[in-house]
T-cell receptor, first 111, second 113 residues
Framework: SQQGEEDPQALSIQEGENATMNCSYK?????LQWYRQNSGRGLVHLILIRSNEREKHSGRLRVTLDTSKKSSSLLITASRAADTASYFC???????????FGKGITLSVRP | EPEVTQTPSHQVTQMGQEVILRCVPI?????FYWYRQILGQKVEFLVS????????KSEIFDDQFSVERPDGSNFTLKIRSTKLEDSAMYFC???????????FGEGSWLTVV
């Protein structure tokens, strides 16, 4: 079954530094999506990358996808204390297909 | 910006009681979902719904669970007889088309005592 698995499980950085989070999965995908979750809150959609795309940007976010390695990375540049949250990758196998989430990465950005 | 809204934000219920969690998906979206997240664990898929019927469901979504779209705006999840292990955050989500961005609500915390 498809499964997003992120690493590292926890990341602590200083404000202003870049944060790189990785996600691996096991089977073919249609899309890969990254979400952010503040403690006890909902899932906020960050970015979607399709299987035929290699890189996407959105503001301070950069996502790459390597389907040959079945992996994706999320880069947050110039991090801020407000970026402190859990980050999840989620994959789907096609139209109307469920999302399969990883366990998430806890990012702490120290002011 | 349009958003998925969920009520209640938190509900405490006694084991064996029925619970209905309500959701208003984004208005022009066609696909609807329920996911749950047990404290400290992964977000897990429960069910997807399209064209007034369930399109996919997980093993978690057993006979105790049901979904309904009673009108043009609401999407509900019912748990008939709650168990302690049903305690979790339940997320409603919607998407315009299959294979598109899926937007989640803020969640409903369910605590079964």
């Amino acid at each position: 079954s498809q499964q997003g698995e992120e690493d590292p499980q926890a990341l602590s950085i200083q404000e202003g530094e870049n944060a790189t989070m990785n996600c691996s999965y096991k089977t073919s995908i249609n899309n890969l999506q990254w979400y952010r979750q503040n403690s006890g809150r909902g899932l906020v959609h960050l970015i979607l990358i399709r299987s035929n795309e290699r890189e996407k940007h959105s503001g301070r976010l950069r996502v790459t996808l390597d389907t040959s390695k079945k992996s994706s990375s999320l880069l947050i540049t110039a991090s801020r204390a407000a970026d402190t949250a859990s980050y999840f990758c989620a994959t789907d196998g096609g139209a109307n297909s469920k999302l399969t989430f990883g366990k998430g990465i806890t990012l702490s950005v120290r002011p | 910006e349009p958003e998925v809204t969920q009520t209640p934000s938190h509900q405490v219920t006694q084991m064996g009681q029925e619970v209905i969690l309500r959701c208003v998906p984004i208005s022009n979206h066609l696909y609807f979902y329920w996911y749950r997240q047990i404290l400290g664990q992964k977000v897990e898929f429960l069910v997807s719904f399209y064209n007034n019927e369930i399109s996919e469901k997980s093993e978690i979504f057993d006979d105790q669970f049901s979904v309904e779209r009673p009108d043009g705006s609401n999407f509900t999840l019912k748990i008939r007889s709650t168990k302690l292990e049903d305690s979790a955050m339940y997320f409603c989500a919607s998407s315009l088309m299959g294979g598109n961005t899926i937007y989640f609500g803020e969640g409903s915390w369910l605590t079964v005592v």
